[in-house]
Nanobody, 122 residues
Framework: QVQLVESGGGLVQPGGSLRLSCQAS????????MAWYRQAPGHQREWVTS?????????TYADSVKGRFTMSRIDDENTVFLTMSSLTPDDTAVYYC??????????????WGQGTQVTVSS
């Protein structure tokens, strides 16, 4: 019943910017963490950034994106964004939203979105 839906991917030129969004919906009781991962063709899935819920934590970033990517959230803690700038072809990947959350019936589980394609190419 819980779904994570990413959006905002697309084709962008090197040096350009994109903003991805991820919204979690369904019978959610509490969201503990939200994160972004990516997987490029021929590569393993890579952690990009994550942020705890509650409004007191700062995002952490992989070294490969630090200073270029920014994870943020709005008042609805079930929605997060990934703002990407100074993009290079090495950033080309399917970007996945991930969350560790508790559903209303009490179970705590990890959830993944379906992914959104980001292609950086001239």
């Amino acid at each position: 019943q819980v779904q994570l839906v990413e959006s905002g991917g697309g084709l962008v030129q090197p040096g350009g910017s994109l903003r991805l969004s991820c919204q979690a919906s369904g019978p959610i009781c509490s969201v503990y963490t939200m994160a972004w991962y990516r997987q490029a063709p021929g590569h393993q899935r890579e952690w990009v950034t994550s942020i705890p819920s509650g409004g007191s934590g700062w995002p952490t970033y992989a070294d490969s994106v630090k200073g270029r990517f920014t994870m943020s959230r709005i008042d609805d803690e079930n929605t997060v964004f990934l703002t990407m700038s100074s993009l290079t072809p090495d950033d080309t990947a399917v970007y996945y939203c991930h969350s560790y959350l508790k559903v209303l019936q009490g179970a705590t589980s990890e959830y993944w979105g379906q992914g959104t394609q980001v292609t950086v190419s001239s």
